[in-house]
């Protein structure tokens, strides 16, 4: 681990956990992490307690005002879990250490299994603004590895294997949940880019020929991170817009946010019913 000669600045995301238990003795059975615009899940948890970002030391603090981001230990039915609402980016200027640290940091408090949410731009024609994917698997090739550095052998071992990154038991409970609630749900390819530019137009439809169905800023690097920790992993993605085949373009930014809201508490009753039943 110690090795001067690597350039790239590893973080043991343990002294971070330390930190964390010695203000909350909790254990969570579960981790969450929160896209932006789905923070009202956090409403439906019986909290414990809530560990702003910027009290733990050696935590990537993010800059974006209104971005603060904090930790969240509590209930959902009588599952104990850890949310964190907020996430930070890597086109913010973190290295992807530093990106993946937070969920790092919520395995190492015993989260075995992880949900990942986020907002995503829809790259298959099927898609509207307002469907829910159900992640099949990541494209994280457009993206620096979190893994490239020394192997930390605590975590995880140095080729991790990625034939199956989400779990088809948590994904069929997912399709089951919603089946019974009557909420529509797709199967699709998330693809992760830098940004913080959007795809341009020859991108959207490169990254659709490659098979993806939608893309974002975060999540596949999370992917890698977690299942190189062996964390049992379910995702799913709130389609905000189409980043492909676009024409209708008088959509006006209040209609999105109208879809947004409404898609998201969808996703939290999905969210909801699974960890319900899990
Ligand atoms: N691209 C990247 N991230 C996004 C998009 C998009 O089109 N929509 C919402 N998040």
Redesign the pocket.
């Known amino acids: 681990m110690e090795d001067t000669n690597y350039k790239i600045k590893v973080i043991d995301p343990d002294p971070i956990a330390e930190q964390i238990r010695a203000k909350v003795s909790f254990a969570p059975r579960l981790g969450i992490v929160l896209g932006s615009g789905l923070g009202g899940l956090a409403d439906e948890v019986e909290v414990v307690a809530r560990i702003p970002y910027s009290e733990l030391e050696g935590f990537p603090q993010s800059t974006v005002e209104g971005h603060k981001g904090e930790y969240i230990f509590g209930y959902l039915g009588d599952v104990p879990l850890v949310l964190m609402n907020g996430r930070v980016h890597y086109y913010e200027g973190y290295t992807m250490q530093e990106v993946v640290t937070p969920v790092r940091v919520m395995a190492r408090l015993g989260a075995d299994t992880i949900i990942l949410t986020n907002?995503?731009?829809g790259l298959n024609e099927s898609y509207h603004p307002g469907t829910l994917m159900c992640i099949e698997s990541v494209i994280s090739t457009f993206v620096p590895s979190p893994l490239i550095g020394p192997n930390d052998d605590k975590l995880g071992v140095r080729f991790p294997e990625m034939s199956e990154v989400f779990d088809p038991k948590l994904r069929a409970l997912l399709h089951k949940v919603a089946d019974e609630a009557g909420i529509e749900l797709e199967d699709g390819v998330y693809l992760q880019?830098t940004?913080p530019a959007?795809?341009t137009p020859p991108e959207s439809r490169l990254f659709a020929a490659l098979g993806a169905d939608a893309?974002?800023?975060s999540t596949a690097c999370e992917v890698i991170a977690l299942r190189h920790m062996g964390i049992r992993l379910l995702g799913l993605s709130c389609i905000?817009?189409l980043?492909i085949n676009n024409e209708n373009t008088n959509t006006t930014h209040e209609e999105i946010q109208k879809i947004a809201n409404e898609a998201g508490r969808r996703l939290i009753t999905l969210v909801k019913g699974v960890v319900a039943q899990m």
């Open positions: 907002a995503a731009g880019i940004g959007y795809e893309v974002g800023m905000t817009d980043a």
